[in-house]
Each structure stands twice: as structure tokens, then as C-alpha cells.
């Protein structure tokens, strides 16, 4: 619990330390002293957590930057000392704050949306018409139903949707149609999953078939059952095989099946407050069997005990997969 009136802002000093580290720790293998040392700097304060937090986003999140986010300039970034490494930290207050920022954190769209789920969690609703939708972590969907359309609009996250039939005559039959900036997914009768990725949307189909159409080409597809298929800026892209094991979200679980670890760690992250990420050094190892998405910290413990990995980080809310 957050003690009332002690700060966990970090300052300019704390700020500059978090940079000096970023500089040694980065700078090739350190000797395990060095990084005994980093832990003990960095269980000091809450400030000080934060403070690393931010030097580590600044640098390591700048690859998820969208286009048009000061995109390729603030990918290339890396800090080579400890100016450069404070520069970065104030880089993203200086580049493009309010794209960034708007980005980065939970959008306004998402706080008004009409259903929501927060970081781990998951809504199963029934809507007006019949249809059932489940909404998986990190969810905001908004829903509107007229004379003439069904539509909901996917602002973030994943839903599952079972679609119900149209109360009302055939002959006014309205078009049930979920909604993202890189098209619409119209239904054809059918079960399916919508998911919103940075760039992309993608659908994947278990029953009845789905039209797919490109808001950027017009382009329309439609995808029959056990197949998924995707919108991303440039259109429609290649339809692939659906796993129907990617459907056991809903009921709590991850299904790996010879999955790289960092896929895998990725996908964890989704559910789990903070930055949970996979060092590159065994990002390639494979991995299969079943993790729960609700308590991810049995999926972490599960994975150390399977493969030659520990889990490090300062806190809960910066955690690392890394080499043994």
C-alpha cells in the first residue's frame, strides 16, 4: 500500500542515476557484482523503481512506436553515454508528447467506452440482440445498435462474439459489423474473434464466415470458418489457418505449442500490470503446454522451472525473463 504524502516521483538525481546504469548495464555483460548492485539500487524507494521505469521505457519501448509517432527517428535512438541517456529520458516529453503519451497510456476513447475491461480482465454480456461477447483483458468496445445496423466499435483489446439473430423481419435484417480504423468485419451467422493489434486487425473465424473489408483499399474478403484473416494499413493480408487452441483465453488460459518464449512472455504481458518482457538472449527457445492467464505469476514460475531461465526485475511491475 502507498504510504500518504512519501513521493514516488523521481527526481533529477534519480533520473541521472537511472541513466548511469542504463549506460553500464548496456554496454555488454556486466560482472554479477555490478548487476547485485543495480538490485540493491533499485529496491531502495518506489522512486527509485520509477526511476529505472522510465529510463527502460524511454529506450526499450521506442520500438513499438506507431508511424507517425516520431516513428523511425525515436527507433533508432540508443543511448551510447550518460548525456545521451538523459537526453532520452526527456526525448519523449520533446518529440511528440501528445501523440505519445496519448499512445503510450490508456486513450480517452477506452475510459468512456460503454464496455471495458482493465489489465487482466475479463466481461462475458449478453447484448440486445442475442449476441454474446466476451471481452478479454485490456478491452473497450463501444455499442451501436440502430434501425439499420448492428455495430460495435473496437477501440483496443480482443472480443469473442457468438452472434444472435436480428429480432427483427428477414426482409429488415440489420448487418452486424464490428468497427476499427483498418476496416470492419461483417458477420455471416457465425463465432468469431476480433482482435486489435498496433497496426492491424485480425479476425479469426470458428463457425459461419466473416467479410473482411480494407477501410484503406475497399478491398472485401470473406473468411470461411476455421480460417483467420487480417487488415493492416496496406489492406487485406494473407488468410491462415485459425487455432481453435487460441480460444482458451476465455477460459483463462494460454496454449503454447512450440511457441518461442518471447511470443509467449509477450502474450503473459497482456494480462499482467507493469512491463513484463523476454531478454533477446532466449527469446528462440521453445516452449509448449498450458499457462494461466489469471494468476501470471504461476505462468512465470512454471516457465523457470521448465527451462534454463530465472525470473529477474526490480518489483512486480518490471519483470524480466532471462538466462540462468
Known amino acids: ?3 500518504v504524502g512519501v513521493s514516488q516521483e523521481p527526481g533529477a538525481a534519480l533520473l541521472g542515476e537511472a541513466a548511469d546504469w542504463m549506460v553500464r548495464l548496456g554496454g555488454g555483460p556486466a560482472d554479477p557484482r555490478e548487476h547485485e548492485a543495480f538490485a540493491r539500487w533499485g529496491r531502495q524507494s518506489a522512486a527509485h523503481a520509477e526511476a529505472w521505469r522510465r529510463a527502460t521505457s524511454v529506450q526499450s519501448l521506442f520500438a513499438q512506436v506507431p508511424e507517425g509517432v516520431g516513428g523511425d527517428a525515436l527507433r533508432r535512438v540508443r543511448p551510447r553515454g550518460r548525456r545521451q541517456a538523459l ?7 520533446l518529440a511528440a508528447p501528445p501523440a505519445w503519451w496519448l499512445w503510450r497510456e ?6 468512456v467506452a460503454d464496455l471495458r475491461t482493465a489489465t487482466g480482465e475479463q466481461r462475458r454480456l449478453t447484448l440486445a440482440d442475442g449476441t454474446t461477447v466476451v471481452l478479454n483483458t485490456a478491452t473497450a468496445l463501444d455499442v451501436r445498435f440502430d434501425a439499420e445496423w448492428r455495430r460495435l466499435w473496437l477501440h483496443a483489446g480482443e472480443i469473442l462474439l457468438t452472434t444472435g439473430h436480428d429480432a ?3 426482409s429488415l435484417a440489420r448487418p452486424f459489423v464490428v468497427q476499427a480504423p483498418q476496416g470492419t468485419a461483417r458477420a455471416l451467422g457465425t463465432r468469431f474473434t476480433v482482435r486489435r ?13 466473416v467479410e473482411l473489408r480494407s477501410a484503406a483499399t475497399g478491398q472485401t474478403r470473406i ?3 476455421g480460417m483467420q484473416g487480417a487488415i493492416g494499413p496496406a489492406g487485406l493480408g494473407a488468410e491462415a489457418p485459425a487455432d481453435p487452441a487460441a480460444l482458451m483465453w476465455e477460459h483463462g488460459m494460454v496454449v503454447a505449442k512450440d511457441m518461442r518464449l518471447d511470443a509467449l512472455v509477450a502474450e503473459l504481458s497482456r494480462y499482467r500490470g507493469g512491463v513484463l518482457r523476454c531478454d533477446p538472449a532466449v527469446g528462440a527457445l521453445r516452449v509448449s503446454g498450458a499457462f494461466p492467464l489469471r494468476d501470471t505469476d504461476a505462468s512465470l514460475a512454471l516457465l523457470a522451472k521448465t527451462l534454463p531461465v530465472r525470473i529477474g526485475g526490480i518489483t512486480r511491475y518490471w519483470t524480466v525473463v532471462e538466462a540462468r
Do not use: I, K
Not at 106 to 111: I, S, T, V
Not at 197 to 209: C, I, N, P, Q
Open 168 to 170: 427483427l423481419p428477414a
Open 87 to 93: 537526453q532520452l529520458l526527456a526525448t519523449v516529453a
Open 223 to 225: 473468411v470461411p470458418a
Open 106 to 111: 490508456q486513450p480517452w476513447q477506452d475510459w
Open 1 to 3: 500500500m502507498n504510504r
Open 197 to 209: 493489434e498496433a497496426d492491424s486487425l485480425r479476425v479469426a473465424v470458428y463457425e459461419g464466415a
